[in-house]
T-cell receptor
Framework: QKEVEQNSGPLSVPEGAIASLNCTYS??????FFWYRQYSGKSPELIMF????GDKEDGRFTAQLNKASQYVSLLIRDSQPSDSATYLC??????????????FGAGTRLFVKA | DGGITQSPKYLFRKEGQNVTLSCEQN?????MYWYRQDPGQGLRLIYY???????QKGDIAEGYSVSREKKESFPLTVTSAQKNPTAFYLC??????????????FGPGTRLLVL
């Protein structure tokens, strides 16, 4: 069973702090990794994607990928109350019939306290 | 503006009734998807389509049906056989099927409630 695991939270951080969200995945051959943000009652919106080991920065967001350890993380610097949302990790995994399938984690709820 | 639209925003179903959720995209994407999201749970794939006139079952296809007669449109019908349809339904599209680097973009969702 292909899996993507996230801590459900809630993760609570004070305003201005760094929020660290983690995700592990089961398929060692996975190549593409995505972070989505989902506000309550809304649809997921893409924050960023990462394909290569290491860090990728986009504004206050940094995605970190470690394929050897099969985890991907998202760091949010200078957290704001508007960052309070559920963060979904998604991984494109190989399927037996060929091709890929996107598997979503259940998400981590983040709460940024003002 | 390019994007994905879903309608209606809220939908109420009576017992034994079939209902259809609309999904339209003008992104010129080949692949389209339907997901179901229940409270506190991740997204579960219902159906997906790589090209017009072709679609495949996802992980929870029972009680649902789809069609893909046009590239832009991928409607989902929730049939009376789906005994627990109350959920948030999300339509997504990507340039191609989930290959390396293929990113899925989501519509605003339809919330289905059973009367």
């Amino acid at each position: 069973q292909k899996e993507v695991e996230q801590n459900s939270g809630p993760l609570s951080v004070p305003e201005g702090a760094i929020a660290s969200l983690n995700c592990t995945y089961s398929d060692r051959g996975s190549q593409s990794f995505f972070w989505y943000r989902q506000y309550s009652g809304k649809s997921p919106e893409l924050i960023m994607f990462i394909y290569s080991n290491g860090d990728k920065e986009d504004g206050r967001f940094t995605a970190q990928l470690n394929k050897a350890s099969q985890y991907v993380s998202l760091l949010i610097r200078d957290s704001q109350p508007s960052d309070s949302a559920t963060y979904l990790c998604a991984v494109n995994m190989n399927v037996n019939t060929g091709g890929f399938k996107t598997i979503f984690g259940a998400g981590t709820r983040l709460f940024v306290k003002a | 503006d390019g994007g994905i639209t879903q309608s209606p925003k809220y939908l109420f179903r009576k017992e034994g009734q079939n209902v259809t959720l609309s999904c339209e995209q003008n992104l010129n994407h080949d692949a389209m998807y339907w997901y179901r999201q229940d409270p506190g749970q991740g997204l579960r794939l219902i159906y997906y389509s790589q090209i017009v006139n072709d679609f495949q079952k996802g992980d929870i296809a029972e009680g649902y049906s789809v069609s893909r007669e046009k590239k832009e449109s991928f409607p989902l019908t929730v049939t009376s056989a789906q005994k627990n349809p109350t959920a948030f339904y999300l339509c997504a599209s990507s340039r191609n099927q989930a290959g390396e680097g293929e990113t899925q973009y989501f519509g605003p969702g339809t919330r289905l409630l059973v009367l």
